[in-house]
């Protein structure tokens, strides 16, 4: 929704004068769009967020050492939430799963749902994220949207944000060859642009 904001081309026209913060979440956040909404927003503070609804929206938090949350982080777990990563490859990154006070019994009057929660009472939320060796986690996408290509793990929303803030779009599909994907990348820009390529 912000990168739409910015796309829209009365934006700059705009005065934002007066908005003191801007909370995004629901999707990984790219540099480029970062660095769009504080060039846009200079006087706000840009607050990175993350939420489920099986969960509730108070799920990370602020450093306990008091080190400075990185931009595109989410935060550190939040002390009463306990946070796991569940995957196949490094440690440091996978599935997050959630237990808090917040958590829901199940999907009201929703029988054919399946139960979003392990055993243990973890809920399941199928966001990837990654955590580095502060603790700080990064949204890196959904698990549903993972494909495999030359034996890695690819997120199509890691790339499809390379023009999410330009006039230029851009989308990232995976393509079935041989057991495997690859990554095919469309651009499309307008008829007074012009697409250089570097390679």
Do not use: W
């Not at 904001?5 to 956040?29: K, N, T, W």
């Not at 929660?117 to 949207?145: A, E």
């Amino acid at each position: 929704m912000i990168a739409m904001m910015l796309r829209e081309p009365r934006f700059e026209q705009a005065d934002v004068s007066s908005v003191e913060s801007i909370r995004m979440g629901s999707a990984p956040v790219s540099e480029s769009l970062m660095r769009a909404v504080r060039k846009a927003f200079p006087d706000a503070a840009i607050i990175n967020a993350y939420g489920t609804t099986e969960a509730g929206p108070v799920v990370f938090g602020k450093h306990p050492d008091g080190l400075e949350t990185p931009a595109l982080s989410v935060g550190c777990s939040h002390a009463k939430v306990e946070l796991r990563l569940r995957g196949d490859g490094e440690p440091e990154q996978g599935v997050l799963e959630i237990k808090c006070p917040a958590l829901m019994n199940g999907y009201h009057n929703r029988p054919d749902l399946e139960s979003p929660m392990t055993q243990d009472g973890f809920n399941i939320t199928g966001d990837v994220f990654r955590r580095d060796d502060d603790g700080f986690y990064f949204f890196v996408g959904r698990s549903d949207d993972m494909f495999v290509s030359g034996g890695e793990n690819i997120y199509p929303s890691g790339r499809a944000h390379v023009g999410a803030t330009s006039r230029y779009r851009a989308g990232v599909r995976g393509s079935d060859r041989r057991r495997d994907q690859r990554t095919e990348a469309r651009c499309f820009c307008r008829a007074s642009r012009r697409i250089v390529s570097e390679q």
